[in-house]
């Protein structure tokens, strides 16, 4: 009840404060945008791009540990330690992690972002020119995809566990080699646990701000899913952070407009989420 | 170990080479297991100890004890299953038709092929159809049969079963669907579906109801036509229906390893046990 209660009176306030931002014209709004939905709709795009790109990143060695730490433990405390090295990640700070995305991973994707461009041009992603400074959306991506990567690690694990061992059993007697009774008996029934575990992290990939307000200066209004150039499209979170100092009056209804469209988009993510692990569980 | 009746012996040319995956490869295989003072451990732990014991092929032989003598212990190393709990192993040497299964070099994967395994709660994978769960053996190993071939190893795996006319009409129904005696029947059918020749099943009907127990116990014995079957069973009147020789294992105390203490033809271990410790636990049960 209290949780539905916090949640009404975030959206109401949303909704009053910024719902009449969706008609504001130009002056009112922030970067000297025409419309709202000019604004919104780059920046919608931006953070749901980062995000999928964070999740590309962060899905396979979150599956990856968690089967290290559950299936393939050779014993208990290599799990458990696996397990805390992870809580570890979660624990740190999101400044922290912005500060070394700009320091020190921009730096070193510097050539990584040049020689895709040189060698994947044809792909849209790489279409390049590359940024010489390493500060573009694959990297905001990859530090974003470090920061999600315990939340959905610890989903993935925790459904692993479950497994009944006789399941797992019934695998290997049949001749199954780890890897395929991994496949076969450990997998489909994780699958709905699997999909939580995303939406978690996808959930905390949209949201995040202070990383991706770091690592990239955008450019307004720009729909590009180049990821090494350095023109960049920004998220709805670090364009928020970082215009709300210097606005005033009808531009903070717009950036409080533009957090009820970020709103929006998460509510659909989880639900589509929930769609899809719904449909996992067998009838 | 006292053993009275002749036990068929295997052709005794078979190396550690012998242990082809594909059942086509193995004509002519048995499916003798032969135990020689194998040991079971869990961690430093000494479950059971030195049993050596003839299993003969295409016969049911039933190993029967009270709790904790480590019957489903050593049953699991004849497939090598123990080794898959966290510091459980198993020395000494387990042969199938004089192939040690536990010779260097030999990969368990393809020792649990040819030794197929039944256990005692049914588990059908649940997201998995009942046609796919008598297939399981095959997809699992990348093997999706052409859907002919594939429906014709499912209709005579699930006749074998005795299942076939009660889900011929609902193939593509998921496994969990069934009752508890059809999803074990279905547990024998994807077991027997990748062609082993040994199968060992682990107290199968200890969650099953009496008439649901009686039709395993009769596919039991069918299947010993063409398999070498070990059952483990705390039913000792179900040893008696179902077994043509009974292993008694029995252990001294808490703590202590479970040993093998009389082995034999089941009339013969029921009727005249030659150890004073199996006729007491016979009668115990019995009296």
Redesign the interface.
Known sequence: MAVLAVLAGVLIFLAVEGGPAVFYKQGALPAHATSFWQLAGPLAFGSLWVAVIALAFAAPPAIGVALAATVYAP??RFGRLLAAVLDLLAAVPSVVFGLWGLMILAPLMGPVDAWLGRYLPWLPFFAGPPSPTGRTVLTAGLVVAVMILPIMAAMCRETFALT?T??M?????????RW??V???VL??ARSGMVAGAMLGFGRALGETMAVAMVLSPTPFLVSVNVISSDNPATIAAFIASTFPESRGKQVGALIGLGLVLFGVSLLISVIGRRIGRKAV?? | MTATAPIPTATPSLGLAALPIDPDQRKGALGQISLRGVNCYYGSHLAVADVSLEIPPRAVTAFIGPSGCGKSTLLRAINRLHEVILGARADGSITLDGANLYGNGVDPVAVRSRVGMVFQKANPFPAMSIRDNVLAGLIIRGQRRGSKVGDDLVESCLRRAHLWDEVKDRLRKPGGSLSGGQQQRLCIARAVAVRPEVLLMDEPCSALDPISTLAIEELMRELARDYTVVVVTHNMAQAGRVSDRTAFFSVSGAGQPGRLIEAGPTADLFSAPKVPATRDYIDGRFG
Request: a negative charge.
């Open positions: 014993n208990q009944p006789t399941l059993e019934a695998g290997l007697a049949l001749g199954a080699t395929e009774m496949r076969w008996a489909p029934g067998p009838a």
